[in-house]
């Protein structure tokens, strides 16, 4: 039973639970798809053995940084539950076999997209984080490519444009910024400890933070207007989002107005409700 625990977590469960959900919903977003249980079953397992295979890999070369921070220092590598090599070995074949059926039930498209993804997740951001705060810039490429993958998967019986899937990858890209600031802001003693650099501010939680997460937030409202100017969705999740956007606004504002931990923690879990209030919206209001 350990055991099994210990793979969630070593997988991030949840966290990967969340990008492949979105993942589904951008492949029926895309016209023309179906409710194909078989198809979003499949998408799902690979989905989710790619994400736990760049999570394992995370986990095993950050072994050491995790066991100095109070958040992480159970994570079943870094407290000694589990060997390096146990992780990488199941990152190995996780991710091949994920990318695989990528490729074999879907197209090869979607699955070099989810190989490159993985790669840039496990060995280039996860390294540059204890370098230089781009690393969060660099981090929303593989946090929001399973948008574009989901979209790109959805060509599995059809031709379809990549416009749609470069806007949903456009709304998640965006909103991560916040989300990740939010989470740095809340972590920063554990994060300043062991040397991460995930804050806009060398000087850690400053306005100017702030300032830069209202300005994302804000970026957010245009954008989630995209799927409705190309047709993709209608008027209802439009406003939807388009509310779910100025709402993301007034907590960055509050941040700015507090500077606390207790107002960064109230974006980070706005931004936690944000995704599935807006893509489920997205995908009820889909045209087509």
Same mark, same amino acid.
């Given at each position: 039973m350990q055991k099994i625990k210990d793979y969630k977590e070593l997988t991030k469960?949840?966290?990967?639970?969340?990008?492949?959900?979105?993942?589904?919903?951008?492949?029926?977003?895309?016209p023309n798809n179906g409710y194909n249980l078989k198809m979003i079953s499949l998408l799902f397992v690979a989905g989710m053995l790619i994400c736990g295979s760049a999570n394992a890999i995370n986990q095993a070369v950050e072994k050491?940084?995790?066991?100095?921070?109070?958040?992480?220092?159970?994570?079943?590598?870094?407290?000694?539950?589990?060997?390096?090599?146990?992780?990488?070995?199941?990152?190995?074949?996780?991710?091949?076999?994920?990318?695989?059926?990528?490729? $074999?039930?879907?197209?090869?498209?979607?699955? =070099?997209? !989810?190989?490159?993804?993985?790669?840039? #997740?496990?060995? %280039?951001?996860t390294p540059l984080k204890k370098i230089n705060s781009i690393s969060v810039l660099v981090g929303a490429f593989p946090g929001a490519f399973p948008c574009l993958i989901g979209w790109v998967a959805g060509f599995y019986n059809q031709d379809i444009l990549w416009t749609g899937g470069w806007f949903l990858f456009a709304i998640q890209f965006i909103w991560q910024f916040p989300h990740f600031w939010a989470i740095a802001w809340v972590a920063?003693?554990? $994060?300043?400890?062991?040397?991460?650099?995930? =804050?806009? !501010?060398?000087?850690?939680?400053?306005? #100017?933070?702030? %300032?830069?997460?209202?300005?994302?937030?804000?970026?957010?409202?245009?954008?989630?207007?995209?799927?409705?100017?190309?047709?993709l969705t209608g008027n209802v999740s439009m406003w939807v989002v388009t509310v779910a956007n100025i709402f993301m606004v007034v907590q960055c504002f509050r941040l700015y107005k507090q500077m606390d931990v207790k107002a960064a923690?109230?974006?980070?879990?706005?931004?936690?409700i944000y995704l599935p209030i807006v893509y489920l919206a997205l995908l009820w209001d889909k045209i087509g």
């Open positions: 469960f949840t966290l990967s639970f969340t990008v492949v959900f979105t993942c589904v919903i951008c492949f029926l977003l895309v050491d940084t995790d066991a100095q921070m109070k958040r992480t220092a159970n994570r079943p590598v870094a407290a000694g539950r589990m060997r390096e090599s146990e992780a990488m070995i199941f990152a190995f074949f996780a991710g091949i076999i994920g990318c695989m059926m990528m490729w $074999y039930f879907f197209n090869l498209s979607s699955a =070099l997209l !989810s190989a490159f993804s993985l790669f840039l #997740y496990a060995y %280039i951001y920063h003693q554990d $994060y300043s400890k062991v040397g991460f650099k995930l =804050l806009p !501010s060398k000087e850690g939680p400053t306005r #100017y933070t702030a %300032i830069q997460a209202i300005m994302y937030s804000v970026l957010m409202i245009p954008i989630g207007i995209l799927p409705k100017m190309v047709g923690r109230r974006v980070m879990f706005s931004s936690y």
